[in-house]
């Protein structure tokens, strides 16, 4: 019996074709998969895996209300009018305020959910345990095998995620604003890894004098070999987009003529894969630990001090 | 034959005796064992274990530059004053640039290292894959035995770290300064959780009315059950210090009233072993990347597209 237009719908190889030409309800639905941990999300990976590795990886990451959303609006723009297609993975936080900052992003990338030249999906941040990373990840090979010419990561952060984003990225952009005080003492005590390119974003802000100045003090102490570029912009003008990306490129052209970029690329798929590895156990273990007739009253036994940790965790893995 | 003294300094049940006894000396041995995941770790942790879980855990987290050293200091004056006996943990940053800042820390806290009432342990951040949280979880353990009567674990990040903090403490204290923009956002934003106590160090600069206005505004959105006190201190007057163990003692009483810290702690004992488990998995899961022949070239496979991710993990799992 010949499948109907819906079990078609499902069947991996097909859903893999369409995503290959480009298809952005295919890419949609094939997020969905591999989010959702589908059964098929195995067959559908090692089909369009082999196709990736075109796309420009590109991460921003910084601080809340830096406008990372409106620059990645802007570059979108930008991109667009230079004949490029874009994919844009962006990490929502889960607020237990409201959910209006996210609204306001949606509603400053919404000029290009019409474009079929640019992609857009916001990732949940639900489930813990690098659930989210893990899903980024594997929605980044889905937009790369797409045929898309740039992607942009969105991250939310102060210190951390950015390295997160490090592993998927290519080029690490920070978004600072005026004000950014937290960020910049983050970067001189070393608690924030340097990024490749740094962006002061609401360079039209009064403070933006002692942000300059800081930023220069930090930078001062950086390696020299791998002091980042400081670019101005403000991205609701929009200005100090163009330069922005001609940073971004002499950052992965640097990277190309080093002969630096297959050996990061290296380091961030054996990154990955130990991160979808671990996620996973993590996963098992939680769900043993909850589930398991054997380990019942585990913690329990913790909590009433008739066990101590690491026997505990013994007990764990000798179930895993 | 009777054990010499050096073979019985290495003896986990004699260490344990003289741990249990508030010996320094013999924390500082404890701690360096767990460590170095030392084989007579286990032991030494089954037999203190049992005699934990009277001290109070603080975490004190936040940006760099907002004075915690400082602060931490003049809190530990503070409860010596009481005549309360201190334990302090502090995770430190491994920064690029240069070590002064936590030179500077150590300056800070010298006025106690000759106090036996206080015991302070850096714990350094080398290793990934949640090998200082895991290290800090056992140091706490091992403090804890020890009789003191106030843990207080000291984290720098701005947004992630206070997750790991509130991992291991009853009450979880955001210590911040004027100009902290970015945490103040990331508070907005819900990228960071809100804590029990807000701490306003370093509040006779003059930027201390925008703060004190921003925090204001986050916390109006805020569930009143679950707001916040703010706390304004200037470490190094001292000033504001009673005020703020004031606090820290009226959400520990808040907590035992509500009958909500044995639940808080047994969910953070399931955390914690979570968190072992899965970072020595992880350990183990790198080791095995880089050591086992059978998956020697998994990361070249993946690199010339001749594996895909999911297939690896699975391959990487089952070696497992």
Known sequence: MAPGPRSRAGDPAELARRVLAGDR???ARAISLVENRDPRA?????LVFPHTGRAA????TGPPGAGKSSLISALCRHLRALGLTVGVLSVDPTSPFTQ?????????????????????RSMGTRGHLGGVAEATLLAGVIVDASGRDVLLYETVGVGQSEVEVAALAD?????????????????KAGVMEI????????????????????????????DPERRPVVIETVATAPSGIDELWAAVE??????????????????????????????????????????????????????????DPLTAVQRL????
């Open 25 to 27: 309800r295919a890419v």
């Open 42 to 46: 195995p067959e559908l990976m090692a």
């Open 57 to 60: 990886h590109i991460g921003l």
């Open 100 to 120: 209006g900052a996210l609204l306001g992003d949606r509603i400053r990338l919404s000029e290009h959910y019409l474009d079929p030249g640019v992609y857009i």
């Open 171 to 187: 080029t690490v952009a920070l978004v600072l604003m005026p004000g950014s005080g937290d960020s910049i003492q983050a970067l």
């Open 195 to 222: 990024p490749d390119v740094i962006v002061v974003n609401k360079a039209d802000h009064s403070a933006i004098e002692r942000t300059r100045a800081e930023l220069a003090q930090v930078l001062s102490l950086a």
């Open 250 to 307: 002499a950052h992965q052209r640097a990277l190309a003529e080093a002969g630096d970029l297959a050996e990061r690329r290296k380091a961030q798929l054996r990154s990955e894969l130990l991160a979808l590895a671990s996620a996973r156990t993590a996963r098992r273990l939680g769900t043993m630990l909850d589930k398991s007739p054997d380990l019942a009253g585990l913690v329990d036994a913790l909590a009433e001090r008739r066990i």
């Open 317 to 320: 893995l000798e179930h895993a």
